[in-house]
C-alpha cells in the first residue's frame, strides 16, 4: 500500500512547507484503502487501519491510564499502537514491513540521538504515514534534573528529529507529541510541557518487551493485557528483536480478535502525517 520515499534534509521554510503538502495530498489518496483490511493492496485479510482521530493538548493533555487519569477517546476493541526509542536499524526496519503488510498506521516516538544516527529510518516512518513523536534526546529520566536541563534535553531531542525528517532545526515540533523516557515525569515538566502545547503520552498497556522473552511469550503476554483492558494505548519498542519477530502475528491476530487500530494525529494537521 505504502511505497518508500526518501526525503532530502534541506529547503527551510519552503521544503516543509511543499513537502507537508505533499503528505496532505498523500494522506487523502490513501484514506479510503487504511479503512480496511479488504482494501489493502496484496493482502485482502489485512488488519487496516480503521479511523484517525485528531488530539490536541487542551483537549487531551496527558493520556494512558496507566499515568495518568484519561486515555485517548476510543472505543470498545480500538487500540492505538505506539513504538519507542527508534529508530533502529535491523529492528524497525522489520516493523515498519510488517505495519505495511497490514496497512496499519502507528506512532513512533522517537530519541534524537538515534534519528541523527539513522535519519533514513526516520524518514521512511515519516513517508509511509506514520505520526512522528518525540522521546527526547538520550533517554534520561528527566524527573530527576533540573526543569531547565530537562527542557534542554526535550529540545534536543526534538531538534534532532526535524532536521533529519523537516530539514529545520527546531525546537516547536511539527507534531507536538511526547513521551517521557521512564514515563519520569514530575507535575511541574508536564505542565510546561503542556504549556508549550504538547499532547504527553503514557500507555494503557505495554508488551514488557525491555525483559528478555520469545516472541511467542511475548505475543502472549501483551494479547492477555490488552483482552483485560479492551482499548487503549500499547507500548512496545522498535528497538527489540523480539517485538520486531512478534508483530506479524500480533498484527494477524488482532484481526482474528475483532480488534481495530486507530491513527491519532495532531488536531489541525490531518494532512501532514
Known amino acids: 500500500m505504502f511505497s518508500t520515499v526518501r526525503l532530502p534534509v534541506g529547503g527551510g521554510i519552503e521544503y516543509m512547507t511543499m513537502m507537508r503538502a505533499f503528505f496532505f495530498a498523500l494522506t487523502l489518496a490513501l484514506a479510503p484503502a487504511m479503512a480496511s483490511g479488504a482494501t489493502c493492496?496484496?493482502?485482502?485479510?489485512?488488519?487496516?487501519?480503521?479511523?484517525?482521530?485528531?488530539?490536541?493538548?487542551?483537549t487531551t493533555p496527558r493520556v494512558g491510564r496507566k499515568q495518568f487519569p484519561a486515555t485517548l477517546p476510543l472505543q470498545s476493541k480500538e487500540l492505538v499502537l505506539t513504538f519507542d526509542d527508534g529508530p533502529w536499524p535491523g529492528t524497525t526496519p522489520k516493523i515498519l514491513d510488517a505495519l505495511r503488510q497490514e496497512c496499519v498506521r502507528a506512532t513512533f516516538f522517537l530519541l534524537g540521538r538515534n534519528v541523527a544516527a539513522h535519519p533514513q529510518i526516520a524518514r521512511r516512518a515519516l513517508a509511509e504515514g506514520h505520526?512522528?513523536?518525540?522521546?527526547?534526546?538520550?533517554?534520561?529520566l528527566l524527573d530527576r534534573?533540573?526543569?531547565?536541563?530537562a527542557e534542554a534535553e526535550i529540545d534536543r531531542g526534538i531538534a534532532a528529529d526535524e532536521l533529519a525528517l523537516y530539514g529545520v532545526q527546531r525546537t516547536k515540533p511539527t507534531t507536538p507529541f511526547f513521551r517521557f523516557p521512564g514515563f519520569?515525569?514530575?507535575?511541574?515538566?508536564?505542565?510546561?510541557?503542556?504549556?508549550?502545547g504538547f499532547v504527553v503520552f503514557g500507555a494503557d498497556a505495554w508488551a514488557s518487551d525491555w525483559v528478555s522473552m520469545t516472541p511467542g511469550q511475548e505475543l502472549r503476554l501483551i494479547l492477555s493485557r490488552i483482552d483485560q483492558i479492551g482499548r487503549g494505548i500499547v507500548l512496545f519498542h522498535d528497538t527489540k528483536a523480539q517485538t520486531a519477530q512478534m508483530l506479524p502475528a500480533?498484527?494477524?491476530?488482532?484481526k482474528h480478535?475483532?480488534?481495530?487500530?486507530?491513527?491519532?494525529?495532531?488536531?489541525?494537521?490531518?494532512?501532514?502525517?
Open 41 to 58: 493492496p496484496g493482502n485482502p485479510a489485512a488488519l487496516g487501519t480503521e479511523r484517525v482521530i485528531e488530539i490536541d493538548a487542551k
Open 131 to 140: 505520526t512522528i513523536g518525540h522521546h527526547s534526546y538520550s533517554h534520561p
Open 145 to 149: 534534573m533540573s526543569i531547565t536541563k
Open 184 to 196: 519520569a515525569s514530575n507535575r511541574a515538566l508536564l505542565d510546561r510541557v503542556n504549556e508549550r
Open 250 to 254: 500480533f498484527l494477524r491476530e488482532l
Open 257 to 273: 480478535r475483532g480488534y481495530s487500530i486507530v491513527h491519532v494525529i495532531p488536531a489541525g494537521d490531518r494532512g501532514a502525517h
